[in-house]
Nanobody, 122 residues
Framework: QLQASGGGSVQAGGSLRLSCAAS????????MGWFRQAPGKEREFVGA????????YLGDFVKGRFTISNDNIENTMYLQMNSLKPEDTAVYYC?????????????????WGQGTQVTVSS
């Protein structure tokens, strides 16, 4: 089970850190990542990392601003979001799967957390 938290409202240029806590099993061995969905838009793949921390993917639209990391001791993944823009406003979802492959590009991963709302005002 994945539990996302940390969303909120922030002004443009601000920062937020989202957390995704895994329960029921260790994140060791998992690929974990984030998606987002803005109102009226399709779900967008933000990025994914392996349990040892290496990136499989990070969207160009967030490179240099967002960082994904995990804490295997705390069994938690994080999305550090800096220099936020109004276009980053969305519901953010954490996700996990045993492998990294096309399922991530199409959003067909096995495990999902509930969404957390991020609102960035100009």
């Amino acid at each position: 089970q994945l539990q996302a938290s940390g969303g909120g409202s922030v002004q443009a240029g601000g920062s937020l850190r989202l957390s995704c806590a895994a329960s029921g099993r260790t994140v060791s061995g998992l690929v974990m990542g984030w998606f987002r969905q803005a109102p009226g838009k399709e779900r967008e793949f933000v990025g994914a990392i392996g349990w040892k921390g290496g990136y499989f993917y990070l969207g160009d639209f967030v490179k240099g601003r967002f960082t994904i990391s995990n804490d295997n001791i705390e069994n938690t993944m994080y999305l550090q979001m800096n220099s936020l823009k109004p276009e980053d406003t969305a519901v953010y979802y954490c996700a996990a799967d045993m492998t990294y492959g096309s399922q991530w590009l199409y959003g067909n991963v096995n495990y999902w957390g509930q969404g957390t709302q991020v609102t960035v005002s100009s």
